[in-house]
């Protein structure tokens, strides 16, 4: 491939990333209830009534030229709106995109990106952490894109102890591929320990396992990823940063990545999230 | 002159909330406690109000009716069970 023509393909999808970024900026400039973990859910809900903008911008970098993926990068932007129907039960909607990016022998250089659909989450606060021991939420979300769709159930406990709080996702996803043939199984854990600094910034450690088994035959990889949160929450807007690099993984499969201790195959190297949420 | 008249009228605001405190009945008690926990405690760390000056606590108040859109009987029973905690040197952690 000449590098021009390599240039026009990764421009296209590079602009429409760029300019959902912006809309994503522009929106914070507008006007929440504050994450403090980006990727683990905390049990609280919102009230009876409010309603709230997200916007995710998800990067997942590097994979491995042995797996013939040299500088893999993959970008996943989602759109949340957000309402509180009752003071326990809450449910989103989602926009989903996604741009991803690899140096490969066999395809040359390739950048897509797509749209992957809607998802509808809805969430149930079962115990409330401020009367009980351990708070507890039920997490039910559905995507459809057309050619695939996933189901995802969360259990979600947390607590507050002070300017200290904790919250455990356990996941089970069901995803159905390669126009709805192919089933997938991912199994996941995520957990967040955060500290307040005051009223506006909280820093965390989050924890995250992630296993996959597709058609729920044999796992295919397992990958653990620890690193640190930082948020910060204003009267209504608030944001949090993630970075976490993987810290042990697994080929199950045997893809030849070339690691013994990280799986480049199937996995990347670092996650980072940005998440932004504004109140309206 | 002017500042005896200030003093009597915060004295006589004082006055007219720990009498509206009073009024709060065993079952508003029980509401309050209730109210307080979903709408306050659930989404953030209890702030104990005996630890703010009365203007400082109305201003948190009036910020957190908009953010837990409290409806207006809500934030009325919430407001003189807490501003009675606080008038009073009350902790009513939820806890």
């Known amino acids: 491939m000449s590098h021009s023509s390599y240039q026009k393909r990764i421009d296209r999808p590079a602009g429409i990333t760029l300019a959902m970024v912006i809309i994503g900026l522009l929106a914070v400039c507008a006007g929440a209830t504050g994450r403090r973990f980006t990727f683990t859910y905390e049990p609280e809900t919102m009230p009876q009534g409010a309603k709230e903008f997200e916007q995710w911008i998800t990067l997942r970098t590097q994979r491995t030229k042995n797996v013939d993926q040299e500088n893999y990068n993959q970008w996943d932007f989602r759109e949340e709106f957000e309402y509180g129907v009752t003071d326990n039960y809450q449910v989103a909607l989602y926009l989903n995109g996604r741009s991803t990016s690899y140096r490969s022998k066999v395809e040359g250089d390739v950048s897509d990106f797509s749209f992957e659909g809607f998802s509808l989450e809805n969430i149930y606060n079962v115990l409330n952490p401020a009367t009980k021991p351990v708070g507890l939420s039920l997490y039910l979300e559905g995507t459809y894109s057309g050619e695939e769709a996933e189901i995802e159930q969360k259990l979600i406990f947390g607590q507050r102890h002070g300017d200290w709080k904790w919250a455990l996702n356990l996941t089970h996803a069901t995803e159905w591929e390669d126009n709805l043939h192919e089933v997938e199984g991912e199994l996941e854990a995520t957990l967040g320990v955060g500290r307040d600094l005051g009223k506006r910034w909280c820093v965390a450690l989050e924890l995250r396992s992630i296993t996959k088994i597709p058609n729920y035959e044999e796992f295919e990889t397992t990958a653990l990823y620890l690193g640190p949160t930082v948020s910060y929450r204003q009267d209504n807007w608030w944001a949090g940063l993630s970075i976490l690099p993987q810290v042990w993984g697994r080929d199950w499969d045997h893809s030849g990545d070339g690691y013994d201790n990280l799986d480049l195959a199937h996995n990347e190297r670092v996650h980072i999230r940005l998440l932004f949420g504004i109140d309206f | ?95």
């Not at chain 2, 007219?16 to 309050?32: H, M, P, Q, T, W």
């Not at chain 2, 104990?48 to 400082?56: R, T």
């Open chain 2, 1 to 95: 002159m002017r500042a005896v008249a200030v003093c009597f009228l915060f004295s006589m605001l004082a006055a007219s909330r720990l009498a509206a405190a009073e009024k709060l009945s065993a079952n508003d008690l029980a509401a309050a406690r209730k109210l307080s926990a979903v709408k306050c405690a659930k989404c953030h760390k209890f702030y104990e109000p005996a630890d703010y000056s009365q203007a400082g606590w109305a201003d948190w108040m009036e910020r957190m009716r908009r953010k837990a859109k409290l409806k207006p009987e809500q934030f009325d029973l919430l407001s003189r069970y807490l501003e009675d905690a606080r008038a009073n040197g009350k902790r009513v952690g939820t806890k």
